[in-house]
């Protein structure tokens, strides 16, 4: 049974969760790699992982959203990480908004984390660490900043996440 000091780790795709199978091939989502990489880091911190779908994020429909939602306010656990594709990760942030109570970070990558020069790993790490110890609400954890979830835009050209004024 999942404690309210657990952290929920609920995977919906996105690059973080992509591989590309030869040079023929597109990236395609196959099954998480999330579970690999905190056994690989040793995550000592009580966690289980949940996967919601396997999506590119622009895929993704407001029937997905309202469907992560439910599932993040009817979770037992009040510390949520949210592995998602980074085109998207913003409007599932401002979904996620209204939910009292838990602190959610949303994470992702912008180079498969099958791959050695991925920042997968360290963002998933981030967002291990935001949860812990940021106040209730919603955190997109990236590129070793943390932002609020609803005053950030990616920023296409530089390949990183920037902070915005109200949106």
């Excluded at 401002?94 to 959610?104: D, F, Q, S, W, Y």
Aim: aromatic share 6%; net charge negative.
């Amino acid at each position: 049974m999942a404690s309210d000091s657990d952290i929920l780790v609920l995977t919906t795709g996105g690059t973080i969760d992509k591989q590309y199978f030869d040079a023929l091939s597109e990236y395609a989502i196959t099954e998480s790699i999330i579970a690999r990489m905190l056994e690989v880091a040793r995550v000592a911190h009580a966690f289980r992982i949940e996967e919601v779908m396997r999506k590119d994020s622009l895929d993704i429909a407001e029937a997905d959203r309202a469907d992560l939602v439910a599932r993040v306010a009817a979770a037992p656990e009040k510390r949520i990480i949210i592995t998602h594709g980074t085109d998207t990760m913003t409007e599932t942030a401002r979904a996620l908004a209204g939910i009292p109570g838990k602190t959610i970070a949303l994470t992702g990558a912008l180079t498969p984390a099958r791959f050695a020069e991925s920042d997968a790993a360290f963002n998933l790490g981030m967002a291990f660490a935001c949860v812990q110890t940021a106040a209730p609400g919603v955190y997109i954890a990236m590129s070793g900043q943390v932002f609020d979830g609803t005053r950030v835009r990616k920023d296409r050209e530089a390949g990183r996440f920037v902070a915005t004024g109200d949106l």
